[in-house]
């Protein structure tokens, strides 16, 4: 006679075994299917991005013109708030203090609106069509079409463009050979500014938002009319006799709030004040740490984009167990010459200190290297 065993303990293991299997099953299917032998974590990052680099090359010079007119009402915005709240003040503590900081104000003003502006409407370089390169490193793949030294397609522009640097949404341009020195002045300019009207802003903003500004009022003036007092129940009693405050035990009046007709006029005040000191600390933030990184690239005599090759290209010899050199680094005091373009008598105070649209020197297509000639020439010569 047979017997039957229930082996029901074994049934969640069975089960458990079962769908595991499938599992590792359907993982390795999706595995051989995707499987890249060159496959790594910067491979996934790229593919994960996609999304984002898709917009920004389909939507980024359709949002352009919405960024520059942003960058133009702010910029009028902290304008008018320091000629409204912060003139005043200072002309009621210093009318000469009130005018030296006007004049460096408007002078700091001036280079931002002048370089915001040439950065904008100044072409970053692109490489002639239909004529002949002399010097070509390689071909676009996008245009079809031969690439001279430090030339990169844009995809928001859909071209080549010179020594490109990036594409900024903020001029609505690429950052260029042409344009390249605007953009970096503007940034340095603006949180150069931004710093010039927190230090002297500081004591608006400490007066207005801790002191108050004087908005609240104290009554040191006896009450006129019938003063009453409060028995225990919280009734109102009469006094019949006009008593001094401290014979009754009864108080100035004594608070915070604003004067009624005031109550406007102060709150707006106060909400610029807050406006100025988000956006400045903002902008000094943003613009001063982009400008001090911009200013090592700049000393090192590349462009960010030339950072990443640069850095992928060191690593890569040093693997070789060779030396990656920059072949356009001649030195950090030629490298701002050149990028500043001070050279062929041009001076400090006249092209970097005020505003100038002198361009920049050569043609964008053919460069200098520190194998070449011009490297050997002294630094009160005329090259490049």
């Not at 009207?197 to 500004?213: E, R």
């Not at 040093?318 to 001649?330: I, W």
């Not at 200190?353 to 020197?361: I, T």
Request: net charge neutral.
């Amino acid at each position: 006679m047979s017997r039957i065993r229930w082996r029901l303990r074994e049934i969640p293991r069975r089960l458990y075994d079962n769908l595991r299997f499938k599992y590792d099953y359907t993982l390795l299917c999706i595995q051989s299917l995707m499987y890249n032998h060159h496959l790594n974590g910067s491979y996934v990052s790229d593919i994960c991005m996609e999304p984002i680099f898709w917009f920004v090359d389909n939507f980024t010079h359709l949002l352009g013109p919405f960024f520059v007119i942003g960058v133009a009402c702010l910029t009028s915005a902290v304008v008018f708030i320091s000629y409204w709240i912060g003139l005043p003040y200072w002309w009621a503590k210093s009318h000469e203090a009130t005018v030296i900081l006007v004049i460096v104000g408007n002078w700091l003003l001036l280079n931002v609106v002048f370089h915001y502006y040439m950065a904008v409407v100044t072409p970053p370089g692109h490489p002639p069509e239909g004529e002949l390169i002399v010097e070509a490193v390689s071909i676009c793949k996008k245009c079809i079409a031969p690439k001279p030294p430090r030339t990169h397609h844009c995809s928001v522009c859909n071209r080549c463009i010179l020594s490109m640097d990036h594409h900024c949404p903020w001029l609505n341009n690429c950052v260029g050979f042409g344009n390249h020195r605007y953009f970096f002045l503007y940034m340095v300019y603006t949180a150069v500014g931004s710093i010039f009207i927190i230090v002297f802003g500081m004591g608006i903003g400490y007066n207005s938002l801790l002191l108050g500004d004087g908005e609240g009022w104290f009554e040191t003036e006896p009450l006129e009319g019938h003063p009453v007092r409060f028995n225990i129940s919280g009734h109102a009693l009469p006094i019949t006799e006009m008593n001094e405050y401290g014979e009754d035990g009864i108080l100035p009046a004594h608070h915070e709030l604003p004067v009624p007709h005031e109550l406007s006029n102060n709150a707006a005040k106060h909400r610029a004040i807050i406006f100025m000191a988000i956006i400045n600390v903002a902008v000094v933030l943003a613009l001063g740490s982009l400008s001090i990184w911009h200013a090592k690239l700049i000393g090192r005599g590349e462009t960010s984009i030339e950072a990443y090759i640069n850095r992928a290209e060191t690593k890569r010899l040093a693997a070789l167990g060779k030396t990656y050199v920059n072949p356009y680094n001649f030195g950090k005091k030629k490298n701002w010459r050149l990028f500043l373009g001070l050279v062929r008598g041009r001076s400090w105070w006249r092209h970097v200190l005020l505003p100038s649209a002198h361009k920049p020197e050569g043609t964008g297509l053919t460069w200098h290297t520190v194998s070449t000639e011009g490297h050997l020439l002294g630094e009160d010569d005329d090259w490049p």
